[in-house]
């Protein structure tokens, strides 16, 4: 791999400037602060350059400059990821935050064509007044982008009902890391030919960076019913939540937080008003239409009841029912008041697994002494357990890297997967040989080669380099 | 199968198992893969999902792609590969599941699959429409369901011919699926019935119309922009080529031609779709594809596929299937 030396970066940075303007390159040290974390702040890497296109065109010509000096670099959405996949370790990160134009709304057949740092947020405003919205919401969609989100194939609550991007994405603009610029999938119809457009969505930022997506909308749902029910054991919710979606109902959402996670939302400003002294709540979101929604609420306050919840509350009206979202959407910014430092795990687990994974999970806890917060899709079997902690702490630091490590294996072992939504990023790569062979990770590896031969975007994230067959091969030729 | 458990609503079978055989199992648990491709159901779910082949229940469920959740396939070195899990949210590794749904054999021999599978309905009807006769126009009968909350499983649209193989007379007709608990169906037949006159027919309607291009010639698939078809929906479905069956999905934009052998036509004519496609232009001008299902063989050289011939793609299927056993010549390489 080449790195720019520190004389040629000032070249660098003086002809990405000459393209996209001097203040829209950052060079100095304490500029690139900013730059060198993401939702995860338990990684740092410092970028060597940060450059913000603010056109399309720019965007095209700052890669194609970096394809001719033959320099690495990182795309960046909004920095909001939770696997450290936009750190750039003395390399070039570009933001696309300032590509923020909604290109075309096509209210008849529900699609839309945004740039890649629309706000997930800002879209969904942007088409409610036409009765639509874009269903993938991850927790942080008032900031993250919907490049970012395609990067990461994210997900969020509601894509227990609704699917994840990859569901939703129907074509893209894609700037190669050689500067190429070609269209994936189609905006019209249905595409014919290999999916590239779905070998594009998740691939962290390694094959190139999109210009334009454009995605489907759907219609809003008739009624909208939140439920909130509360526990005094995790295990009991854990099996109402899998006797739920045994139940074959899908509801829109099904989330889940335990008694931690719920005290330490309740003394934040997020306060939700769940009870705090339960030891978990589900909060069971229905939608569709008003007839049918009716019916599946009385089952799931049914099933609830019977499997021992103490209260099951149902919001009286949308004030209410953002209210008991706001806390789950903010849990994580509230475990900021437990210590300085997050760690945050996306194993998803077989449903039927849920009571017996989360009392593993309690164990290891109890085995480290670390407080573990549980808030999670349990609709979907993705775990987020959360560990605040001191990184400077080194004792415990350790602590709870084993802890995490063993609770990701648990994880595995229940035929799981290691991320559901977050992303393999630098945080994950550990993990990628637990689950995949190694013919597998080379044919991820060639994935990557055809659309990135120089291996020049996002280098070393989510693929270990050794488990690339050609990649061995090119070194033990140097 | 590999493995079954009802409560985790997936499924993972080798990829031989027939779809006939997946809703036998799920069937004795209330619960079903809803993929209903056309052809009939004594296809493999490896040849499913290797051609990306839907059917109408795609309208309330999505295509191939949305309900796979991972695969294992042997590439053209002979080496084993999976992708994806079986669990249904997972984002660990690059997606080589929707790479490898609708490639068509080229890159992989699929022997493995997990799908996602859901509850089946309390209450699964079908009612027909016939259209055109004292009905409001098609289209404005379209536009009305579109703006509607409604949430059919599906809704396919058949020309005379199609409509008369099914047995419902040479009557252009709408068919429309709803499913759910009992008032979901109820409140959405209400509605229904407000827009239009239905009629209630067999679910083996379902079957029937997968049937339609069993002995057929050629089959034909256009894809577009979905409100291109309520505009020329009447005119098309007007049309009458007793020849041509027509299915029109306007939820998602495809149109089947299901042409029967007359054996008098010249090869080339058999891959021309014989009716006019007017599509409205929108002044983006492109947009429309044809994809061709089913040709004569002799016929498919002069059509001559070249759907992967870009880049991207042939590096693809260079670095899976380097000497080029796999299916080759399919997608134009």
Not at chain 1, 120 to 129: D, E, G, I
Not at chain 1, 388 to 402: L, Q
Not at chain 2, 132 to 149: C, D, I, M, Y
Not at chain 2, 218 to 233: C, E, G, M, N, Q
């Amino acid at each position: 791999m080449i790195l720019p030396s520190r004389s040629n970066a000032s070249t660098v940075a003086d002809r990405l400037a000459e393209i996209v303007g001097d203040r829209h390159v950052l060079s100095r040290p304490s500029e690139l602060l900013v730059y060198n974390s993401d939702g995860l702040p338990g990684y740092r890497r410092q970028p060597r350059l940060a450059v913000f296109p603010g056109a399309r065109d720019e965007a095209i010509a700052v890669v194609r400059l970096l394809a001719d000096e033959g320099l690495p670099f990182v795309p960046r959405g909004a920095g909001t990821g939770l696997s450290g996949g936009s750190l750039a370790d003395d390399i070039i990160v570009i933001g696309l935050h300032r590509l923020k134009d909604i290109i075309s709304l096509d209210i008849e057949n529900r699609r839309v064509t945004v740039e890649p740092g629309v706000v997930n947020l800002r879209l969904n405003k942007y088409v409610a007044p036409h009765g639509l919205l874009y269903a993938p919401d991850p927790s942080s969609e008032a900031a993250c982008t919907i490049g970012g989100n395609v990067a990461e194939n994210a997900g969020g609550p509601h894509c227990l009902k609704y699917g994840v991007t990859l569901n939703h994405v129907l074509a893209m603009t894609v700037v190669l890391p050689s500067g190429e610029v070609v269209e994936l999938g189609s905006k019209f119809g249905e595409h014919d030919g290999y999916d590239l457009r779905g070998a594009f969505i998740g691939s962290e930022g390694c094959f190139g960076l999109a210009l334009d997506i454009t995605v489907k909308l759907t219609q809003r749902p008739q009624t909208v019913r939140t439920l909130l029910a509360d526990f005094m054991s995790v295990d009991k919710a854990a099996r109402v939540t899998s006797a739920i979606i045994a139940s074959g109902i899908v509801p829109a959402a099904l989330e889940f937080m335990d008694g931690p996670t719920i005290r330490v939302v309740e003394a934040s400003i997020y306060a939700a008003g769940y009870p705090k002294d339960a030891e978990a709540v589900l909060l069971i979101e229905l939608d569709g239409l008003e007839a049918g929604v009716s019916a599946d609420l009385e089952v799931v306050r049914r099933v609830c009841i019977e499997g021992g919840a103490r209260n099951v509350k149902v919001a009286r009206d949308d004030v209410e029912r953002l209210k008991l979202w706001q806390g789950r959407k903010k849990a994580f910014g509230a475990m900021g008041r437990l210590a300085s430092h997050l760690i945050v795990q996306d194993a998803v687990i077989p449903r039927t697994r849920l009571s017996e994974i989360l009392a593993t999970i309690g164990a290891i806890s109890k085995k480290y002494g670390v407080l573990v917060c549980n808030v999670f899709h349990a609709g979907d079997g993705n775990l987020h357990p959360n560990i605040a902690y001191n990184a400077d702490d080194t004792d415990e630091s350790e602590r709870v890297h084993k802890a995490m490590t063993e609770i990701m294996n648990a994880c595995i072992a229940a035929g799981g997967s290691i991320t559901g939504e977050h992303g393999v990023g630098l945080d994950k790569m550990g993990y990628m040989e637990s689950i995949f062979s190694d013919n597998s990770l080379n044919a991820m590896c060639e994935l990557r080669g055809v659309f990135d031969p120089e291996h020049r975007a996002n280098p070393g994230k989510v693929m270990p380099i050794h488990s690339c067959k050609e990649w061995n091969a090119v070194a033990s030729a140097r | 199968m590999v493995s079954y458990v009802p409560g985790d609503l997936t499924l993972t079978v080798r990829g031989g198992t027939t779809l006939a055989e997946i809703g036998r199992v799920t069937g004795e648990h209330d619960q079903w893969l809803p993929l209903d491709p056309f052809g009939s159901d004594e296809g493999t779910i490896g040849a499913t999902i290797a051609t990306a082949s839907a059917g109408p229940l795609a309208t309330g469920f999505g295509l191939p792609r949305d309900l796979l959740l991972g695969l294992e396939f042997v590439n053209g070195r002979g080496e084993i590969v999976r992708a994806g899990g079986k669990v249904v949210k997972n984002v660990a590794g690059f997606d080589l599941s929707r790479l490898l749904t609708g490639s068509w054999g080229t890159l992989g021999v699929i022997t493995e699959v997990t799908v996602r599978l859901y509850s089946r309905p309390k209450v699964d009807r079908t009612f027909a429409v016939p259209l055109g006769r004292g009905q409001k126009s098609t289209t404005e009968l379209l536009r009305a369901v579109a703006a509607s909350p409604l949430a059919p499983f599906a809704l396919e649209i058949l020309n005379g011919a199609a409509a008369l193989s099914l047995g419902f007379g040479d009557n252009p007709t709408l068919l429309v699926r709803f499913g759910g608990n009992a008032p979901v169906v109820d409140a959405q037949l209400k509605a229904f019935s407000q827009l239009a006159r239905t009629e209630e027919v067999e679910q083996s309607t379902w079957p029937a119309l997968r049937k339609m291009d069993g002995d057929a010639a050629s089959v034909i698939r256009i894809s577009t922009l979905p409100t291109r078809f309520l505009t020329v929906a009447s005119s098309i479905l007007a049309d009458t080529e007793p020849r041509i069956m027509i299915s029109i999905n306007p939820r998602r934009g495809i149109m089947r031609l299901v042409t029967q052998d007359d054996g008098d036509r010249e090869p080339a004519s058999i891959a021309d779709p014989g009716i006019s496609l007017d599509f409205p232009s929108d002044g983006e001008g492109a947009g429309t594809s044809v994809i061709f299902e089913k040709l004569p063989a002799e016929v498919w050289p002069v059509v001559s596929p070249s759907v992967a011939s870009d880049p991207l793609s042939r590096g693809i299927k260079k670095a899976y299937d380097p000497h080029n056993i796999l299916n080759p010549g399919i997608l134009g390489h």
